[in-house]
């Protein structure tokens, strides 16, 4: 057996874990089709002659601009608190519901050590956050090309946005790794859906405090724009670069911990 | 060569005693059978054996090896179901097998196989493809020590095997540990069905109160006797020696 032949079958298992998770399932669906439609919505919704008072104030950056741009926009800034919500739910599951329902113990002793599997559900995670952001992104830049076929605007500003929308979700979906620690030191799916919860409201917390930049989980939804034009060009590569080496991070942390359970 | 190794084992859960210097070894091609009543220990003692413990104090060793860390060749000859098996709801009967063999180190090539082994060894052809949220408790722990077993280990323990299964399950487990012995696999099973532990057991030892207070001997009809002489006897004796410590008792 090859050094990596552990970590492919901790991948193997865990990867049809997720294809048959109810979680994994749900967040899908409403990552690849609520998105799109919530980004292609919101614009149109913008631009319409009824979005009038709070509503039209609350959409303005959204009712003028390059129309495919501003789908793409409003798919990036959704992407990159959806992503961290849906990665969020499922490491909490995957994670936490072997240690609830006490599977976590009968992964002791196996061929493939606990670390390996740890890491794989970690991979696991993130290759399907991946899959989830491209497609989300591919049917929204597709609705957008249908909207912007049927009023003859331009479409040449949906590419920039799609690559602002990939990095954005990507960077959501690493900034969930941690919560799959937490679900292994609280050993608690609920619990740590309340630690996603809590991790959401501080970062409104800090953003609106006027920090951000330097905070992970604020960083790639203000790089999108959601916190204003100011906030914006405030977040460079070195903001964009912390929030990413989250997940590693997370993931080492995760794999240490794993290594290192007892009384299971 | 002794294939499961407890040493003097003791532990504590937030102060309460739970193995108190307990040595215990089974050798290849042996059954040991560990008895007791509820909180005697023995669930601890089989977790601290599995590596899911730390113990307070004392050796634990499978093949040799220190269970939290076995290396690959030691761990894919070892199984286990201690409390929850390694089975997951969602998948179907035949997935959980496959999933279990290639965590038991088979290739994916090799896996097939052996989980088609396992569901005819222990009767699960008619729900080869359910999902093992549908099945009856019963079906779930034959699963549950199909998985563990698929692999043919070496070292191998089993928590209360019998607990959930029908007469055709018992003489399924029963089969399956004796063959694994008779093929010198070291078996280590709790249970708290006396007559079953005699059938399969070569060796049995009652644990009481987290202590190793004697052997039976398998067989007769009055082990139920036996092992409740055992017990009384062990806490007439706890009882003895408690007075002696005590101020004013005789030392």
Redesign the interface.
């Known amino acids: 057996?090859t050094a990596l032949?552990?970590l492919g079958?901790?991948f193997?298992?865990e990867a049809?874990?997720l294809r048959?998770?109810?979680v994994a399932r749900l967040a899908t669906l409403l990552l690849v089709v609520l998105v799109p439609l919530g980004s292609v919505g919101v614009v149109a919704l913008a631009r319409s002659p009824r979005a009038v008072g709070p509503t039209a104030a609350k959409l303005a950056d959204y009712a003028t601009g390059d129309l495919a741009a501003t789908h793409l926009l409003a798919c990036a800034q959704i992407l990159s608190v959806a992503t961290l919500v849906a990665g969020g739910f499922y490491v909490a599951w995957s994670f936490g519901r072997e240690l609830e329902?006490?599977?976590a113990?009968?992964?002791?002793?196996?061929?493939?050590?606990r670390g390996t599997?740890a890491l794989a559900k970690c991979l696991v995670a993130l290759a399907w956050i991946t899959v989830c952001v491209v497609v989300t992104v591919a049917v929204t830049v597709v609705a957008s090309a249908v909207v912007t076929a049927g009023s003859g605007a331009s479409f040449d500003g949906a590419w920039a946005g799609a690559r602002t929308a990939l990095v954005a979700g990507l960077l959501g979906g690493g900034l969930a790794l941690p919560f799959a620690w937490l679900a292994t030191v609280t050993r608690s799916q609920l619990g740590t859906v309340g630690g996603l919860v809590g991790m959401v409201a501080l970062t409104q917390i800090v953003v609106l405090l006027g920090g951000g930049s330097w905070f992970p989980y604020a960083a790639p939804s203000l790089w999108t724009g959601l916190g204003g034009p100011t906030a914006a060009a405030a977040v460079g590569l070195p903001h964009l670069l912390l929030a990413a080496a989250v997940a590693p991070v997370a993931t080492a942390a995760v794999v240490q911990t794993w290594r290192r359970l007892?009384?299971? | 060569m002794t294939a499961l190794r407890l040493d003097n084992v003791s532990h504590t859960f937030g102060g309460r005693l739970a193995l108190d210097r307990l040595t215990l070894t089974v050798r290849p091609g042996q059954v040991t059978a560990l008895i007791g009543l509820n909180g005697a220990g023995k669930t601890t003692a089989l977790r601290a054996l599995a590596g899911r413990l730390r113990p307070t104090d004392g050796e634990v060793a499978i093949l040799g090896h220190n269970p939290a860390d076995l290396p690959f060749g030691v761990a894919a000859r070892f199984g286990h179901v201690v409390d929850a098996p390694l089975v997951y709801p969602e998948l179907t009967v035949t997935e959980n097998l496959r999933c279990a063999a290639r965590l038991h180190g088979k290739s994916r090539h090799m896996a097939i196989p052996a989980a088609s082994a396992a569901v005819g060894r222990m009767g699960l052809e008619p729900w080869r493809h359910a999902r093992a949220r549908t099945l009856s408790m019963g079906n779930r722990q034959r699963l549950g020590i199909a998985c563990a077993t698929l692999h043919q280990p070496s070292a191998l323990i089993l928590d209360e095997p019998t607990s959930a299964l029908d007469p055709q399950g018992v003489v399924l487990v029963r089969g399956l540990v004796r063959g694994l012995a008779d093929a010198g696999a070291a078996v280590l099973v709790s249970s708290h069905h006396l007559d079953e532990v005699s059938r399969i057991a070569d060796e049995i030892v009652v644990l009481h109160a987290g202590r190793d207070v004697g052997r039976l001997e398998p067989g007769g009809s009055d082990l139920e006797q036996r092992f409740f002489a055992m017990v009384l006897d062990a806490d007439t004796r706890a009882a003895a020696d408690a007075h002696a410590e005590t101020p004013g008792g005789r030392s």
Do not use: D, W
């Not at chain 1, 113990?105 to 050590?113: D, K, Q, S, T």
């Open positions: 057996m032949a552990p079958a901790a193997s298992v049809l874990k048959r998770s109810v329902s006490g599977t113990g009968a992964l002791f002793g196996l061929a493939v050590p599997i007892t009384n299971v």
